[in-house]
């Protein structure tokens, strides 16, 4: 018991760590003006750690490798530097495993509500899709919501959720 | 040629002296060793003992080529000059059946075959995962600075490094592949054990089988021929248990000084093995059911492992770094990068435990390596405990097992194969042509074209590598096929010597003599980590204000409480500054404040360095009791307080306190109002800017790291420049203060 009691006080003794002293305040740093431009782009790829926090709809939780599914219309919500000189940005997959159920799709790619583009892929594969936006449908300071809707999706009957397409990246480029 | 022979010449030297080291103990202990059990055990405990030299090399700060010489020579000499070197004469050859003359001949054939495939691998340039990145790269730093120093920036630099005390010297002398083959020794010297305790329990077919089955392995393979550590971290373990079942038939009391040595170098050479140290204890008291052989255990194996506890004190703050860091707070670990690093090694990131079974067994792409699927016959080494021996087996066998779920890598089954496979053969031993069949299933099954055939994906030998390793091909170009390689040479050739370099995940740090600081791998690396985060990613920057407003008074001391229990585990609470305000004025503030915080209380000048890019951050779960403390020194007039701070801590409720006149604390306002935020300075420059501050001028940035495209699509708007890009990575220097200019051209 005495050689469990001094082992016992030893490592108690370990736990009183060394809590260092208060601190004062440190050199105050000084402010950097803003270097411009900033690269206004922000795409968002399905793999960063904060993807999520600007998920609004259609886009599932798990993150299967660098990708995601997506249900009939996957928005996100972004904010660039900037409104100038904008593209809307967008790289999926066209799965195999869906287009056998759905044949060609037509997918519309949406800023803020606006129709962008209306493309009709006609076989599954992997695709990226660019096209500019017009400034004065992104305002600045504000989020903007980016979708891409497609026509047909996979419903299982056993599963209670929707396969559109598989999503890697969306957002604004420059 | 001649770095084919230094190589080889490093590891048998250390091989040697570990040896004559091990014989001269053995001698003085007079262990009764037989002939085949000498050149293992001895070896195993010279091995300890060797260790505890090179260590008290390093702690003098004397780690130069000469003395790291000598510290091999010595016992070498000692042991040719007492004689102890020689081996036990042995027995005459039993008499053999032509059944025996066969399966003998197969089990030499497949295990010189082997031998020679795993000789080429561990004799060739190593470039293992671990082996050429933190293995090896504090090896070759404590070199560089002749002694052990402090690697705040490396949190594996506070494991026990038992075995790379023995790389060291075969560094010294024969450079990476030197280790390797030390690593290799310990490989042969298990089999050769596990080949010896067959023969003493007059199973000896059973203990040639069971001794291949491990070392066919194909993780033991890739493992035991790098510069690694779980296959001697086996050997030890194996010894350990050897030793043991000496000392039980022999009940001599000098045995447990060398089961206490080598116990406590299990703890040293891997945390994981130090589970042979508990059997050893238990056994020993249950055993002799006195406490005076247990405390001799418990002594000497304190004299291998307290240098490795004193260690982490005395540099990390923590006894058993990097572990229980929430226990010893220290400033080099957080709590947070623990959890989450405990949390992804129990699980890898499968869903569940079922998953791992095809993993281990034949697919080894997320756990790294496979045990191959003839090891699907393990269980029936449970009718092993039918016998003594087996069941003896049987329990180190299921501790180990049991320690494997705190890390589920295939190489942490590694320690428990030599029991469970000797348990198995025992079992099939007599049923011997099923054993024969067997062992020549798992040979066939674990070559490795067979290997990468069924596996493609795990980490395992692909080849024989003769030319490799007898440098007929040069280092540079047998590693050439390595990305990561050159990664490092970009760095060792443009980063000047002393330079630091933050990057986002792991280099090959054995091929450069930069510091790499690793993102994940450090509380100061997390921090600049951060910094260059809050440049760019919207949930980390400063957004948001958490205003207290309150009727104006005067205050000597306040703190900010956070209130909330957390669900989110993940969620910690971060403040990127504290202002204090007077009618709308902020409060200068004055040298004579005194800042406090809890947990994590190194870090709190980040919350009042009037920097957006620098934040002061719990690094664990928010939980009430979290504190900021602000005692001005003297009275001041203060009706508001600001928190500058960022959306990734919503579910963070916060109470602004008072110290009253009694040292009591009183609320002031007991919740906050949100207003937003938006900051009008260059976050990305204010975050190089700290960089350079805390003496890292240089980023390397991997295509595929996360925000890579932040950093490349515009480098001057952090104030960087780009001064290579090769092989999916680019280094960017930080331009010195005030030459913003430079790097925008």
């Known amino acids: ?174 | 040629m001649k770095d084919a022979l230094a190589a080889l010449f490093g590891a048998a030297f250390t091989v040697a002296a570990c040896y004559a080291l091990g014989s001269v103990a053995a001698a003085r202990l007079r262990l009764p060793l037989r002939r085949q059990e000498k050149f293992p055990l001895a070896f195993l405990l010279g091995a300890a003992c060797l260790h505890l030299a090179i260590f008290a090399i390093l702690a003098l700060k004397i780690a130069y080529t000469p003395v790291l010489i000598a510290a091999l020579a010595i016992p070498i000499v000692w042991a040719a000059w007492t004689g102890d070197w020689r081996l036990p004469p042995g027995k005459g050859a039993p008499s053999r059946s032509l059944f025996d003359w066969a399966v003998l001949l197969l089990f030499g054939g497949i295990a010189l075959w082997y031998t020679v495939l795993y000789l080429s691998n561990a004799w060739a340039p190593e470039f293992s995962p671990d082996g050429s990145g933190y293995h090896l790269g504090l090896v070759a730093r404590y070199l560089r600075a002749h002694g052990f120093e402090r690697v705040e920036t490396n949190f594996y630099s506070s494991l026990s490094e038992g075995v790379e005390m023995l790389f060291l010297p075969a560094f010294a002398i024969g450079k990476h592949s030197a280790a390797a083959l030390v690593h290799f020794a310990f490989l042969i010297a298990l089999a050769l054990a596990m080949l010896a305790y067959g023969k003493r329990i007059e199973k000896p077919w059973a203990g040639a089988a069971g001794a291949l089955l491990v070392y066919l392995t194909p993780v033991v393979g890739i493992d035991g021929t790098s510069a690694y550590n779980d296959v001697a971290a086996a050997g030890i373990a194996f010894g350990v248990f050897y030793l043991l079942e000496l000392w039980e038939l022999q009940q001599e009391p000098r045995i447990l000084i060398a089961i206490g040595l080598l116990a406590g170098y299990s703890y040293a050479a891997k945390y994981t093995a130090a589970v042979i140290a508990i059997y050893a204890l238990g056994l020993v008291a249950w055993k002799a059911r006195r406490l005076k052989p247990v405390i001799a255990v418990a002594a000497c194996a304190a004299l291998m492992a307290l240098p490795w506890v004193i260690k982490n004190w005395i540099y990390f703050q923590n006894p058993i770094a990097p572990f229980a860091n929430g226990i010893f707070r220290n400033p080099y670990i957080t709590p947070d990068f623990e959890r989450g690093w405990t949390s992804y090694l129990a699980n890898y990131g499968l869903k569940t435990r079922w998953e791992l079974i095809p993993e281990v067994m034949w697919r080894g792409s997320i756990t790294a390596g496979i045990l191959g699927v003839a090891l699907f016959a393990l269980p029936l080494g449970f009718l092993a405990l039918r016998w003594r021996p087996g069941r003896r087996l049987l329990i180190p066998g299921a501790l180990f097992l049991a320690a494997y779920f705190g890390n589920v890598g295939t190489r942490f089954l590694i320690p428990s194969l030599p029991f469970l496979t000797l348990a198995l053969a025992l079992a099939l031993e007599p049923l011997l042509p099923v054993l024969v069949l067997l062992v020549a299933f798992h040979a066939w099954l674990s070559w490795p074209p067979q290997v990468r055939r069924h596996s493609p994906d795990a980490w395992t030998l692909q080849h024989a590598q003769f030319r490799a390793a007898l440098r007929r091909v040069s280092q540079d170009q047998f590693l050439s096929r390595f990305w990561e390689y050159h990664q490092a040479h970009m760095i060792e050739k443009y980063v000047p010597e002393g330079g630091r370099v933050l990057a986002f995940g792991n280099l090959p740090d054995a091929y450069t003599s930069r510091e790499i600081i690793v993102s994940f791998q450090g509380a100061l690396n997390t921090r600049l980590a951060d910094m260059m985060n809050i440049g760019w990613a919207e949930s980390f920057q400063p957004t948001r204000v958490l205003v207290f407003s309150f009727p104006e008074r005067g205050l000597r001391r306040v703190r900010i409480l956070q209130t909330a229990r957390v669900s989110n585990v993940e969620e910690q609470w971060s403040v990127h500054e504290v202002r204090f305000a007077h009618a709308k004025q902020e409060l200068p503030r004055r040298g004579e404040w005194r800042l406090r915080a809890f947990p994590n209380p190194w870090d709190v000048q980040m919350a009042f360095d009037n920097s957006e890019a620098t934040r002061w951050r719990s690094y664990e779960n928010a939980r009430p009791g979290m504190y900021i403390d602000v005692d001005f020194g003297r009275e001041e007039i203060v009706d508001q307080v600001r928190l500058e701070t960022s959306q990734d801590d919503p579910d963070v409720r916060l109470r602004l306190e008072a110290m009253d006149e009694h040292g009591n604390w009183t609320t002031l306002a007991d919740h906050a109002k949100v207003e937003p935020m938006k900051y009008d300075g260059s976050l990305r420059l204010a975050a190089t800017h700290e960089l350079h501050l805390r003496g890292v001028d240089y980023v390397f940035v991997r295509d595929s790291d996360w925000g890579a495209s932040e950093y490349s699509g515009l480098p001057q708007s952090w104030g960087l420049k780009r001064i290579a890009h090769d092989w999916g990575a680019t280094l960017y220097r930080i331009a010195p203060e005030g030459s913003i200019e430079e790097s925008k051209r």
């Open chain 1, 1 to 174: 018991m005495k050689w469990i009691a001094i082992a016992g006080a030893a490592l108690a003794l370990c736990g009183c760590q060394n809590m260092p002293e208060p601190y004062a305040p440190p050199v105050q740093r000084q402010r950097f003006e803003n270097f411009q431009p900033y690269r206004v782009n922000r795409v968002l790829n399905m793999a960063d750690p904060d993807a999520r926090d600007h998920f609004v709809q259609d886009i599932a939780d798990k993150l299967e490798g660098t990708w995601r599914w997506t249900a009939q219309r996957p928005t996100v919500s972004l904010t660039p530097a900037s409104n100038q000189h904008l593209l809307y940005s967008i790289e999926f997959t066209i799965p195999k495993v869906t287009f056998q159920e759905t044949g060609p799709v037509t997918i519309s790619f949406y800023v803020n509500d606006h129709l962008l583009e209306r493309k009709f892929y006609p076989e599954a594969g992997h695709y990226v899709f660019e096209k500019p936006v017009p400034p004065e449908w992104v305002p600045l300071d504000k989020p903007s919501i980016l979708a891409a809707e497609i026509d047909k999706v996979l419903a299982p009957k056993d599963e209670d959720r929707k396969y559109g397409f598989v999503l890697v990246k969306l957002g604004f480029a420059e």
